[in-house]
């Protein structure tokens, strides 16, 4: 079955962000794949896997509400009594548990609706942004990275390399995306989606990771979120043999040998093997920020509330 879900044509990529985010050395994350989610799973009820899968979008959503960091039993100052780092790491841990508390909310409401764990949505915007501090999540509040497309009138000028002739308004944001916004990355004549709030460029992030798409082409990804469900191990050979042509990277790559590894570990991969980002440790990065700050506690605190009566009843 995976081998059928994975073939197809490698296409071109989507526009991200890929230059300018944190060396692996940089960030401030202790680099280690552990099973310490299962921690959590012995409060985590069989129904509520089953309810993640089965239950409508207007009940998972209606379960969902009011989840907070509170509610996942996160606290930040349980995590940064646990990290070990230098005073110049410990500051920027202290930026990104700040961060976390900021934006779980919308994370987990996120989960609920979207299928999209709570620990990746977070993990994706901690790289990407630099816990909002990043110049680009400042000047556009983008949080994910997001380029805007180049128009036909862009695709003729960059073929003609006349970049000086480029104008923002010849890229196409997609809403709810306002506009683009000039930022040097892989190219000089890179543009990114531009928003009006934090909030629109979660739900941006949204719409780009459970699109309808043809597995096996880059820049699919909702292909992730129904193979690697969370709350459990996954092994992620299939998919990654499946993408070993698009991503070059075969299955025991990934993780120092392991191919059975957590559900976010998974698919953090899945968004390596997709092509989401360039780097060749961006997996890694994803899930030991996810490892180092205990995001998993999000994602079980979104299938505990599944599992629970709904509202009114």
Not at 68 to 88: P, Q
Not at 231 to 243: E, F, L, R
């Amino acid at each position: 079955m995976l081998t059928l879900l994975f073939s197809g044509a490698v296409l071109g990529g989507l526009y991200l962000y890929q230059a300018h985010r944190p060396a692996f050395e940089e960030l401030p994350v202790i680099r280690e794949l552990t099973a310490n989610y299962k921690q959590g799973l012995s409060t985590l009820s069989q129904l509520g896997l089953q309810q993640y899968a089965t239950l409508s979008l207007p009940e998972r959503s209606a379960r969902a509400q009011g989840l907070s960091t509170a509610s996942a039993g996160w606290k930040a100052e349980d995590i940064l009594a646990k990290l070990d780092f230098s005073k110049a790491k410990k500051r920027q841990a202290v930026a990104f548990t700040a961060y976390i508390t900021a934006h779980a909310p919308a994370a987990l409401q996120s989960m609920a609706e979207h299928k999209v764990p709570a620990s990746i949505k977070l993990a994706q915007a901690l790289l990407e942004s630099n816990a909002g501090r990043s110049a680009l999540a400042r000047q556009t509040l983008n949080h994910f990275g997001i380029k805007a497309r180049a128009s036909a009138r862009a695709r003729d000028k960059i073929k003609r390399r006349d970049y000086a002739a480029l104008l923002n308004s010849d890229f196409i944001p997609v809403a709810p995306a306002v506009g683009a916004w000039r930022f040097h990355d892989d190219h000089s004549y890179d543009r990114f989606e531009t928003y009006r709030n934090v909030a629109d460029s979660y739900a941006r992030h949204d719409q780009l990771l459970t699109r309808p798409c043809t597995p096996g082409h880059t820049g699919c990804y909702a292909w992730i979120w129904e193979a690697f469900p969370p709350g459990q191990d996954h092994d992620i050979s299939a998919a990654a043999q499946a993408y070993l042509h698009r991503s070059g990277i075969a299955p025991q790559r990934f993780f120092d040998g392991q191919t059975r590894v957590p559900y976010y570990a998974a698919c953090a991969a899945g968004l390596k093997m997709a092509g989401y980002a360039t780097s060749p440790t961006y997996h890694k990065k994803i899930t030991y920020l996810i490892e180092t700050y205990e995001l998993w506690r999000f994602d079980l605190a979104v299938l505990n509330a599944l599992s629970a009566p709904e509202p009114g009843t």
